[in-house]
């Protein structure tokens, strides 16, 4: 048997179904459980990874049929350049996590068994692999179901709090709508592929060579979208996000947020390029529109957040607007056959697909180094930890600049390649996109703006200053595992901000396969230098340059300040003749996001409250002063609320069927004989 | 015998089984609609019989036998003996009035002749003008069982119900498959001995073998 790409992540979903196997047998001895499995899903992640790398770069499709599954349905698999970009997210970023997870999970020994969380660790990554790798309907749907079912153990995984329970169970509700939704898309597709009388359909290649009447294919696209987006956290189906990342194991929240969510991005992809094929541009304007929503939605829900973690999970649905915005941006370039710039949106959002896993994940990690050594999640307890856990700061630091799209690191590029489709885009033949296209550049920048804003304030208050709580526990820096994931994070986040035209060069094959065109973004002198996405004098960028300037700069800066003896003084902090400064008299997170929440506060659900204490009858001095803050997602009174009532409603109507008499139960099947009989005389 | 008397003799006999049927329906008594069941299985048995001698399909006198054996002998004495422990020949409560219940009957029979009007045209078994009695049968044992309150009246109405079963499937196809005759009638056996136990215990616990006891076993809001 020769080696594929295919075989090799085949064999690295074996590897880690192995893991899972042995888990019995060392489930008496967790500490070496741990290392055993976390070892073993590195080690898969990494076959994972050359599989992934060799597909893409290869530009290899291979095929494989397993005769396993439904009697007369077997299993297809595929592993083709999309798929193999996919594969090499999540495996990188799960080898990080792996990694990471080797130090994390040992501060559960003593507190609780782990076998759980190993076990479903494990599965769940298989799961997001089999996804991935999945060629018909019927796979696609046990591996989603499969991912969903472990993510969702893993959430419920310290099952002894009620928040853990009610975000799992929230969680589960959500992707199975979603799932719902993808199973009537592909019905849908496989129906009209061959007909409705043998289930052949239910293969992609299939659905690929079908062709589907535009209002089948709508509906089709529309389901798949509604099913995706409800994984992928969109607005306003995004409220399961900051509810189950905050709670599950942080190794979990930052392979969920960082990768999970991308296999819906797949899905989105997969079925709109690859299956269906041609669409019309309001499908990329419903992406694009939905996409906006959520960038801009996303970062201003996070400002308002001081749960390290939940903002983070909030900036996970403002990044998967970005995503959104590229992908909807090259599905409207594609139906109005602009190749070219299509490529280019395409790029932008599996680009940032990727930089955000990335860089995703190392900021959960980075928060689940904190709340390890804390115990503490609320940014207003903590504070100054850069001096008692430095690696965790800078590292944390790196993840923050990434995120707000600051060069030299990896965000910048993505988000600038998505601005330049936005900006080189031509005068478009419909109204709605003229207002569109310059609007969307407009959110976009104004999204990069608050994210940097956001980042500020949650490096600033976690890190920085001092301690804001009452009693600072021992904190301890991360062990040598969690830093070692976090590191090699940090530098992939480094390594595809410097030299974007290689990862892109080796990326381009996917635009190809689905758009027909490439970007070609090494052309002219000095290619790989220049990061040049349509032509020379329209836009470039080279992310070795802007590395090199910005460490002369820094180099400088630093020269010039400590080099020379004396320049920097410590001293006590000026209280302005106050004198009793404390730790809770600092710059609060709360306070931080005030301005911004002054601003766009018509968003939310605010409730804010002070009550003042006097001190006797002195009015000016008051003796204590409570201030109350509650923000709420709006949309949970829109959408969710209004569809908790009527489930609710309709159960308290169901329930009045049930009579508890014998004679009434007799009555219903004595009506409903009658009725049918009547009916079907 | 010739066709025509036998289809005669059927429709006879299926005149009877209704007429039993409407009988259990209004009798209040609870020894009086042993009695009718065990009527309604003798003639049922005949009737079966009769068929099978016209249609020629022997394995019919086996399930007239078991039918016999079981339904006129078997079933009213283990149902004897439940009234007799339980001690519950008193009279038996209705929740609709009798008048009322057999003007539901009557429409329920009218029902039942509209529905079987174009079975009965399509039809060539001797036996196809019963089948609307047989419909009927099974639901005015329905009907009897809603319109009771006691415990035992349902059974008796649920095995009525099985007699009306068992009558259309004679009469609309000439009897099941013995095996599955042989089957019918042993879940019904059983169920007769099955209801018994319960009877017992739920009349031990609960004092009353009223259902409407059993609604204080509804969830409550």
Redesign the interface.
Do not use: S
């Given at each position: 048997m020769t080696i594929t790409p295919l075989g090799i992540v085949s064999l690295s979903v074996l590897l880690l179904f192995l893991a899972v196997l042995l888990v019995p047998l060392l489930k008496s001895s967790q500490r070496l459980l741990i290392s055993t499995s976390f070892t073993l899903a590195s080690a898969a992640s990494l076959l994972g990874i050359i599989g992934g790398v060799w597909a893409v770069g290869g530009a290899i499709t291979n095929t494989m049929i397993l005769p396993v599954g439904l009697p007369d349905l077997p299993f297809h698999l595929r592993a083709d350049p999309l798929a193999g970009f996919f594969i090499t997210v999540i495996c990188l970023l799960s080898l990080f996590v792996s990694m990471y997870s080797l130090g994390y999970i040992k501060g559960y020994l003593g507190r609780r068994p782990v076998t759980s969380l190993v076990v479903f660790y494990n599965i769940f990554l298989a799961g997001m692999l089999m996804v991935v790798l999945a060629d018909d309907a019927l796979f696609f749907l046990i591996a989603w179901e499969v991912m969903a079912a472990a993510s969702y153990f893993l959430v419920m995984f310290e099952d002894e709090r009620i928040e853990n329970r009610r975000a799992a169970f929230l969680y589960i509700i959500v992707a199975h709508v979603g799932a719902i939704a993808i199973l009537l898309s592909f019905g849908i597709m496989a129906g009209l592929a061959t007909g409705f009388e043998n289930f052949t359909g239910y293969t992609f290649d299939a659905m690929r060579q079908a062709e589907f009447p535009l209002k089948w294919a709508t509906a089709a696209f529309l389901l798949a979208f509604l099913g995706f987006a409800a994984k992928a956290g969109v607005v306003p189906l995004h409220v399961w996000l900051p509810e189950a990342h905050p709670v599950a194991p942080s190794n979990v929240s930052a392979l969920m947020s960082g990768v999970m969510l991308k296999t819906a991005i797949y899905g989105i992809v997969r079925v709109s390029f690859d299956l269906l094929g041609t669409f019309p541009w309001w499908w990329g304007a419903i992406v694009l529109i939905l996409g906006l929503i959520s960038a801009v939605m996303g970062v201003l829900y996070a400002l308002m957040q001081h749960d390290l973690k939940r903002l983070l999970a909030y900036h996970s649905v403002e990044n998967i607007g970005i995503i959104l915005i590229g992908i909807g941006l090259s599905m409207i370039f594609t139906s109005f056959n602009m190749p070219m710039l299509a490529a280019l949106g395409l790029i932008a959002g599996l680009y940032h697909t990727m930089n955000h896993a990335m860089f995703k994940g190392l900021l959960f990690m980075g928060a689940g180094a904190v709340l390890h050594a804390t115990k503490e999640r609320n940014m207003e307890e903590m504070g100054g930890l850069i001096h008692r856990m430095p690696w965790t700061a800078a590292l944390f630091l790196i993840g923050c600049v990434s995120i707000s799209a600051l060069p030299p690191f990896n965000g910048f590029v993505s988000e600038w390649l998505t601005f330049q489709a936005f900006l080189l885009s031509p005068a478009m033949p419909s109204p709605l996109l003229k207002l569109l296209v310059p609007l969307g550049a407009a959110l976009l920048a104004l999204t990069g703006a608050l994210a940097a804003a956001c980042f500020v304030k949650a490096f600033g208050v976690t890190f920085l200053g001092h301690w804001r709580g009452h009693h600072m526990p021992r904190v301890h820096e991360a062990d040598w595992f969690m830093r070692s994931g976090m590191i090699l994070a940090a530098l992939t986040c480094f390594l595809l901000g410097v030299l974007p035209t290689l990862f892109i060069d080796w990326m381009d094959i996917i635009p190809q396969q689905l758009i027909g065109t490439k970007i070609g973004v090494s052309s002219g002198t000095y290619g790989w230098l220049w990061l040049t996405p349509v032509a020379q004098e329209r836009a470039s960028y080279s992310g070795p340059i802007v590395f090199v300037g910005i460490l002369l700069v820094v180099v400088a800066a630093y020269l010039i300040l400590h080099v020379k003896p004396g320049a920097i003084h410590r001293v006590p902090i000026w209280d302005c003749g106050f004198g009793k400064l404390n730790q809770r008299m600092q710059y609060s997170a709360t306070s931080f996001s005030m301005p911004i929440r002054r601003i766009f506060g018509f968003l939310f659900n605010i409730r804010e409250q002070v009550r003042l204490t006097p001190r006797g009858v002195y009015k000016a001095f008051p003796k204590r002063l409570n201030y109350y803050l509650r923000v709420r997602d709006r949309f949970w009174g829109w959408l969710y609320n209004p569809v908790i009532e009527f489930s609710f409603w309709v159960s308290r109507m169901v329930g009045r069927l049930q009579q508890g008499r014998i004679q009434a139960y007799l009555i219903y099947s004595f009506i409903t004989i009658i009725v049918l009989l009547v009916f079907s005389r | 015998m010739d066709l025509n008397v036998a289809a005669q003799l059927n429709s006879f006999l299926a005149a009877f089984v209704l007429l039993t049927a409407f009988g259990m329906l209004v009798q209040r008594r609870m020894y009086g609609l042993v009695h009718l069941f065990t009527w309604q299985g003798f003639f049922l048995s005949i009737n079966t019989a009769v068929v099978g001698f016209v249609a020629g399909k022997h394995h019919l006198y086996i399930s007239s036998i078991l039918t016999l054996s079981l339904k006129v002998i078997l079933l009213p004495y283990i149902l004897h003996v439940l009234i007799r422990r339980l001690k519950v020949h008193k009279e038996v409560e209705v929740?609709v009035n009798i008048p009322m219940t057999m003007m539901m009957g009557i429409a329920l029979v009218i029902?039942s002749y509209y529905?079987m009007a174009?079975v009965t045209q399509l039809s060539t078994l001797v036996t196809r003008s019963t089948l609307a009695v047989a419909l009927a049968t099974v639901?005015i044992g329905?009907?009897m069982?809603?319109?009771r309150?006691h415990a035992v009246t349902?059974i008796i109405g649920f095995l009525a119900m099985e007699n009306g079963l068992f009558f259309a499937a004679t009469s609309a196809t000439y009897g099941m498959p013995l095996v599955v005759e042989l089957g019918v009638a042993l879940d019904i056996l059983i169920a007769a001995f099955i209801f018994g136990i319960f009877f017992f215990h739920i009349h031990t616990t609960f004092d009353s073998l009223d259902?409407?006891q059993?609604?204080?076993?509804?969830?409550e809001?």
């Open positions: - | 929740v029902f529905l174009p639901m329905l009907l069982m809603i319109t309150k349902q259902v409407d059993m609604a204080r076993l509804k969830e809001d």
